[in-house]
């Protein structure tokens, strides 16, 4: 082809030079997901939880992690720059202790039956029949992404939560996932974050565990024959010609496995005297473990200091039972309890445990805030119940290098919001979960369901809905 | 504020409940009283020391030592503290692990619950040691654990110290499911005779002696040097089995018919254990002789049978016959509610038996603190024993007789006047927080009314779209 004018070889090196710029884009495109991965939050007010509040400063995202923080920070060339101004850059809020993601147990292809046993249910005779022991089941595994509360609890500031598996005496480990993600895989952050261990009789009057006591005594021989193993199985290998064959225990080896990783493990603890039963089992057990419920633990504040065991604390604080008889007594012990639950929060603060908060089952990250800001009244500092929902929950986990704070080379769970984030009146702007970025809408207003959902312009179905796109 | 000042009411109705008087010094001087010591007869107008919570002296001529805590007692009547020698009270959940026929791993110790409230009614009748057992179906139950009532402490300081543990065994119609069973559709469980409750019991032993022998030999070859053995596996069932053969666990077997308490006597015999006590043991009358031959103790009711068909062939006499014929025996109650008047309980042998005052009472103190081998240090007031007592106004064989006082280590932990007076405080705290919630949920009411009608004025004030023109997938939800 014969070039006529300088004109038409203009007019071609444009065409060139699109052509080429277009598939570097596609190419670049594909790579990256068609998203941008780099950000920055200019002019917010950022508190860190790590460190003190900056008044007007920039946060760096960059490939999933956070880049920089700071006053005076270089925005680099590629990132999306969001006007921060009014805005408060928190890290993401964690739920640690949810179901989120996970199926009802009865949907569960893995187990997670209560009464399930190694034999059938009618001849369980006791611990050796290992009922409802499921230790091995991870929630990681379970995961169904599109469980909606994911992107609610998401918009709500919530980018972390400890799924937990139910169902059983050893109803397996809890994950702790980051809430947003194309595929299960994408959620898991640590898929064995916490062995989960219940004290709930499972039998019924007639199988064991039928009681309290038969789950502690169940709990108690699974960790000794645990424990056993671990320490028979070299003798055995060593000297097999001289010993009866050791049966295999899929319990026993997972559940030495766990505390050998120093995995935590969660103790349901409720009232004062479940919580120093806990305390005397662990020290018993020799494990360390973390309380999960721990609404009477104003009670016992001293003991859980000396002994430096965190607590999850349920944010679902003990009401009147709905639909209850409205000529029933109430016992004044009920009536204390439910006014003082909400000042365990600021007791432990004042005491030094640390804790954490989770959601226990509300239906709504709304009904969290409500229950939280019943805390607030009660005696706890907002910045002890900021650190409570990030770092310390993070550090409870294991994972305060990863998660709980705005630092440089943290996973870049961020939230962004256009006040005090326990504030009744605060919205969620943006959502950063592991770098990718979420733009919160309003919620519809109730009274017109057929606004609620918003319109739709991705093709993709409702489970990828949670990725920006 | 108010948050503080409701902790601050909190504790001392806490506190309330264990009067102070007795908390601020470690002598109590109790002056006046008609003394029923159970060991050295009766005392009238005298006085008992206590220090440190022990009985430091009991006497007529005793003098009140400066800076000591006065009890007047004129005209009132002080016993040893009412034990109770089987108790189900204090306990979390289920008292039966139900499922297995041999529940032994289980232990009543693990659950006990210092917040029930039958602990405090249990302390207003004079009750100040209970023996909490595992309920009765299962021919082997679980292990128990002798408690004192001591009400607003902890639940690892209700065990009587040094008390040895014990294991509720049960024998007849409970542990062989005749009145009750698994819902149709489910198979029974073994067994269901009481041949097969005698095998379940041999069956166990067989066990333990054989898994007492695998320790024994693994200790025995360990000791002299052997190299890679293998450690036996720990089996929480079959340990205090053998206990119970070494003598360091107490059996205590719930029982009604002649014929089992004969079996359980020779199975005992076989293995070489001993029944330390036959609980219920209705028809202990017919042999108590046998009974008496092999050390046991009987622990009965006063007068409750006939609720099955087991429990029919009992008379009213069974306490006070199994005593004439050599028989340790207590009375027990097996109920909150039967424990608040155990000593009419007692007082009912002195009718049907013709008991003496001091044999009646010693049915509910010094042969329950033998037959728990507790009496070196309670059961009778006598020098140097626990300070465990209970004030009557009346003689406590009295219908009239009401508990005004109860004693423990010299604490006292129910005070009937105290009890009374805290009543109208008590209510009003309750009355407080009944319209204190109400007021919250009128309030939270408002609220929602208020916020369902905020964001129709919301949609007006649309967000911008994104700064950065990014499209991004609007996710509903975003308000709290």
């Known amino acids: ?469 | 504020m108010r948050r503080v000042l409701l902790i601050a009411i909190f504790f001392t109705a806490l506190l309330a409940q264990v009067p102070a008087q007795a908390q601020a010094t470690n002598v109590v001087f109790i002056q006046n009283a008609t003394i029923l010591t159970v060991t050295h007869g009766t005392i009238e107008h005298g006085s008992i020391l206590i220090r440190d919570g022990k009985i430091a002296a009991v006497g007529t001529d005793v003098k009140a030592p400066e800076g000591a805590t006065v009890i007047d007692a004129a005209g009132q009547f002080v016993i040893p503290g009412i034990i109770d020698c089987h108790s189900h009270i204090a306990v979390d959940g289920s008292v039966n692990e139900g499922g297995p026929a041999v529940s032994s791993m289980v232990n009543i110790a693990d659950v006990l619950n210092p917040a029930d409230i039958n602990i405090y009614r249990d302390l207003a009748g004079g009750v100040t040691i209970a023996n909490i057992l595992h309920g009765s179906a299962n021919p082997i139950g679980g292990q128990t654990v002798v408690i004192k009532l001591r009400w607003g402490k902890q639940a690892n300081q209700l065990p009587f110290e040094g008390a040895l543990p014990g294991i509720k065994f049960a024998l007849g119609e409970n542990p062989k499911h005749s009145n009750f069973g698994p819902p149709a559709g489910t198979p029974a469980r073994y067994p269901a005779t009481r041949l097969g409750v005698e095998e379940v019991i041999r069956q166990a032993f067989t066990e333990a002696r054989e898994y007492k022998k695998l320790w024994d030999d693994y200790n025995q070859r360990k000791a002299a040097g052997e190299q890679s053995l293998l450690t036996p596996r720990r089996d929480l069932k079959l340990e205090p089995l053998v206990e119970v053969l070494e003598g360091k666990r107490y059996v205590h077997a719930h029982c009604y018919r002649a014929d089992e308490i004969l079996m359980l006597l020779r199975v005992a015999k076989e293995f070489g254990f001993n029944v330390r006590t036959f609980q219920h043991v209705l028809e202990g009358y017919k042999v108590a002789d046998e009974i008496a031959a092999s050390g046991a103790g009987g622990s009965t009711f006063s007068d409750w049978w006939a609720y099955k068909m087991e429990a029919y062939d009992a008379i009213p006499y069974n306490a006070a016959l199994m005593q004439e014929r050599g028989v340790l025996v207590s009375i027990n109650s097996d109920s909150a509610e039967e424990a608040r008047h155990l000593n009419q309980e007692a007082a009912k042998s002195v009718k049907y038996g013709d008991l003496s005052a001091n044999d009646a009472l010693k049915l509910i103190t010094l042969n329950p603190a033998i037959q728990l081998g507790i009496d070196n240090r309670v059961g009778s007031i006598e020098v140097g024993k626990d300070a465990d007592l209970v004030i009557y106004n009346h003689d406590p064989l009295s219908v009239y007789a009401v508990v005004q006082k109860t004693l423990i280590d010299g604490q006292v932990y129910f005070d009937r006047q105290h009890d009374l007076a805290a009543r109208p405080s008590l209510e009003k705290e309750k009355q407080a927080l009944l319209e204190k919630e109400k007021k919250a949920a009128e309030e939270e009411k408002k609220q929602e009314e208020k916020s369902n009608k905020k964001p129709e004025k919301k949609q007006d004030q649309k967000k911008n779209p994104p700064k950065t023109g990014e499209p991004s997938e609007g996710v509903s939800g975003g308000a709290r």
């Open chain 1, 1 to 469: 082809m014969r070039i006529r004018s300088s004109r038409e070889r203009a007019s071609l090196i444009l065409i060139a030079v699109w052509v080429t710029a277009t598939l570097a884009w596609a190419h670049a495109a594909r790579g990256e997901g068609g998203e941008p991965r780099y950000f920055a939050i200019t002019n917010a007010r950022i508190v860190p939880v790590s460190g003190p509040v900056i008044n007007n400063g920039t946060v760096v995202i960059a490939k999933g992690l956070i880049q920089a923080v700071g006053a005076n920070v270089a925005i680099p060339p590629e990132a999306w720059v969001i006007d921060g101004k009014g805005l408060t850059v928190y890290p993401g809020l964690i739920d640690a202790g949810t179901d989120l993601g996970l199926p009802k147990p009865e949907e569960s292809s893995t187990g997670g039956h209560a009464r399930k046993s190694v034999v059938p249910s009618e001849i369980v005779s006791g611990p050796e029949d290992r009922p409802g022991a499921t230790p091995w089941r991870l929630a990681a595994d379970e995961l169904k992404i599109d469980d909606k509360r994911i992107a609610t609890w998401r918009n709500a500031g919530f980018t972390s939560a400890l799924s937990l598996p139910d169902g059983g005496v050893f109803p397996g480990q809890g994950s702790l996932i980051n809430l947003a993600g194309e595929r299960p895989g994408n959620f898991a952050v640590k898929p064995a974050a916490a062995l989960s261990v219940s004290f709930k009789p499972i039998g019924g009057f007639f199988s064991f565990p039928g009681s309290p006591m038969g789950t502690i005594a169940y709990v108690r021989q699974v960790f000794i024959d645990a424990n056993w193993f671990a320490q028979a199985e070299p003798v055995y290998d060593a000297n097999f010609t001289k010993f009866e064959r050791l049966p295999y225990d899929r319990t026993e080896l997972v559940i030495d496995k766990s505390l050998r990783s120093n995995e935590i493990v969660l103790l349901p603890a409720n009232s004062s005297v479940q919580i120093l039963r806990a305390l005397r089992l662990a020290d018993e057990w020799k494990i360390s473990v973390v309380l999960l419920g721990a609404q009477q633990a104003y009670a016992v504040t001293d003991i859980l200091a000396l002994k430096k065991t965190p607590v999850l604390i349920s944010l679902k604080w003990p009401e009147r039972t709905k639909d209850a008889d409205p000529e029933a007594e109430e016992t004044l012990r009920d009536l204390r309890l439910r006014d003082l639950a909400p000042s365990t929060p600021g007791a432990l603060a004042k005491a030094g445990v640390k804790f954490a908060f989770y959601s226990d089952g509300l239906a709504a990250p709304k009904d969290i805030f409500k229950n939280l800001r019943r805390a607030l009244g009660a005696g706890l500092a907002a910045d002890a119940a900021l650190r409570a929902f990030t770092l310390d929950a993070a550090e409870i986990l294991g994972l305060s290098d990863r998660l709980g704070s705005l630092e440089p080379g943290k996973i870049a769970n961020v939230i962004v919001t256009d006040g005090d984030i326990f504030n009744e009146k605060t919205k969620v702007k943006h959502a950063f979960v592991d770098g990718r970025w979420f733009e919160v809408h309003e919620e519809a207003p109730p009274d017109k369901p057929d606004e609620k959902k918003p319109e739709r312009r991705g093709e993709f179905p409702e489970a990828d809905a949670a990725v920006a796109r």
